[in-house]
């Protein structure tokens, strides 16, 4: 069973930068698809962007252009670079592999982006 920990999250100003890690342990996530996940208050939890085993990578209209996912096997560590960042990008973000595994769920890390 793979465990996975979210961080990086904060506070940031539209426009602002950040970076997530997703760390993972109990299983090596290179023969994966890894995700990033996200949910805002009040609305579905989300696919925000996806890297495959070959480093194929996905993103959700909403984030293309402007968000970078990727990975480092060596470490079963999986990246989300942020830009440009906005107000309705303001969500909890989780990582997980793709499909998502329901168990696999870690508690996510906070994104709050102020206009």
């Known amino acids: 069973q793979v465990q996975l920990v979210e961080s990086g999250g904060g506070w940031v100003q539209a426009g602002g930068s950040l970076r997530l890690s997703c760390a993972a342990s109990?299983?090596?996530?290179?023969?994966?698809?890894m995700a990033w996940f996200r949910q805002a208050p009040g609305k579905e939890r989300e696919f925000v962007a996806a890297?495959?085993?070959?480093?194929?990578?996905y993103f959700a209209d909403s984030v293309k252009g402007r968000f970078t996912i990727s990975k480092d096997n060596a470490k079963s560590a999986v990246y989300l670079r942020m830009d440009s960042l906005k107000p309705e990008d303001t969500a909890v973000y989780y990582c997980?592999?793709?499909?998502?595994?329901?168990?696999?769920w870690g508690q996510g890390t906070q994104v709050t982006v102020s206009s």
């Open positions: 109990g299983r090596t996530l290179w023969a994966y698809m």
């Open positions: 890297i495959g085993w070959s480093s194929g990578t």
């Open positions: 997980n592999v793709y499909p998502p595994n329901k168990n696999a």
